[in-house]
């Protein structure tokens, strides 16, 4: 055995693989001159309380100040979590990102009479406004979505306590995330060629992919006996997050926690709930797909730890950055010329941090500011899967381009609901790409196999994780304590439900809910699956050449939150309050099982 593959230090890194933070702040000093004139422009907005309902005009000036403000803090904040991300042991990046959640929590505070004020205005009134002032047509829908929520907000000193709340609301996510990014270690395994390997989140996915079936044991036992114990820490964490979600559910008199989140845009909770009924309706094809595993791995007994290993022999080469980029170039060609043009502008200029190192955050993600570009963070290892996250990531970055080049920042956010359909539809895109132009059966059915991988990860999986978020805060609402027990218990059975009699539901996978940092933003990851229902809707309709289906497509990416998103799919001709998108996307997953039944 030789030394552990350590992982090199942050400093390490050579520069052309990192991202370039520069276009926010030219360094930390910078950051530290505009963090002091952030926190000295916060009183101007507190002065306006009682006087933007009073005129159009003090309304409007109001709004642009404020944007203008959190604008600013949008940049600190992005700024001090990159540089905190990029190396999570980073003491000093840590204290910025403290600095920048309290400008937040300080913003917030400021500003808590805002809502209160604006719902005293009745629609009558704001006509008028916006014929006075026709740069109010400008916060139009903000204006009414605002109004749209009056039975859910306070009076303006309950509003002003519950925004000095949030600071110490991220507690349980904070001890999470620290815990999970820099004090959680794994042991070191066997990689199959005789070279120890420490577990790491970023290497996770890969050894559970290995074909040597005991690299994958060890790497799941080795991640979840660890996981294990600390089980009751997490489950309080857990549990901590869960109470504290019921806490302003009840604060702003939502029926339930899930009906509060869906609010927030507009959502209503049957778009949830027939989701998770239209997966249960075809199980029947997850269980086909285990059957399928089990008989093309060869094994007796269908693991836990057999999920995530390609079920064709397929040896895909390491695949250097570069290729991966020129991948996700050509099989992005239907969405057009000048899509490609950005991306390819994001390629040659740092948009992204590629490679893993000490201390670099789990994961993946993009996250833009208004009126800088996008960044991406990856922890690239080479394999198929990593091409994939590039193109999906990079899906997310230029939704981001194509908004903010068309909206203003108070229309500019588009909202999570939307927010995975762009990545995602890239990332049917390239491998209906890759389908067509493999050269080998092997290729074809590796493809295959990814394709539904995608499905079981996207649909299935999130849509298990979106029941146990149900299950485990409606048990909160109802009074029944979350142990560690309990959550075991109810993700066991969950794994039972969702992958049916031919597969061994190995103990250690239920503790796999403490390891989901999703968790604790509780209500967002079914918008994975209804996302890759909307995005495969998209996608075909592109891939047909559909008229308008690319201009529609555009339209969408190209309108943030200017409307209200189940009004934009519609208009662009994905209905989702229909569940029809999710069981066309289910169907294709069907279609994707036969083709491999037939190539077998
Ligand atoms: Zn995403």
Redesign the pocket.
Known sequence: MTETNRLPLRSDVETQNTWDLSPLFADESAFQAAFKSAVEAIPVLADWRGQITKSAKNLLDYLVEKDRQALNIDALYSYAFQMSDQDTGNTRAQAMKDQALGLYTRFFSAISWESPEILTLTPEVLKNYYIEETGLENYRHFLEDTLRQKPHTLSAPEEEILSLSADMSYGPQTIFNIFNNADLHFPSIDDGSGNLVEITHGRFITLMESSNRQVRKDAFMGLYHTYESFKNTLAATYSANVKKELFFTKTRKYASTMEAHLDNHNIPTTVYTSLIDTVHEYLPAMYRYVELRKKLLNLDELHMYDVYTPIVHYDSPYIPFGKAKDMVLDGLVPLGQDYLDKLKEGFDNRWIDVYENQGKRSGAYSTCVYGTHPYVLLNYQGNLDNVFTLA??MG?SLHSCYTNENQTYVNSNYNIFV??IA?TCNEYLLISHLLETSESKEEKAYLLNHLMDQFKGTLFRQTMFAEFEKITHEKEAAGEPLTCDVLCSIYKELNQLYFGENMVIDDEIAMEWARIPHFYSPFYVYQYATGISAAIAFGTKILAKEPGALENYKKFLSSGCSVDCMDLLKDCGVDMTTGEPVKAALKVFESAIDKLIEIF
């Open positions: 999906h990531e997310h927010a995975e990545s």
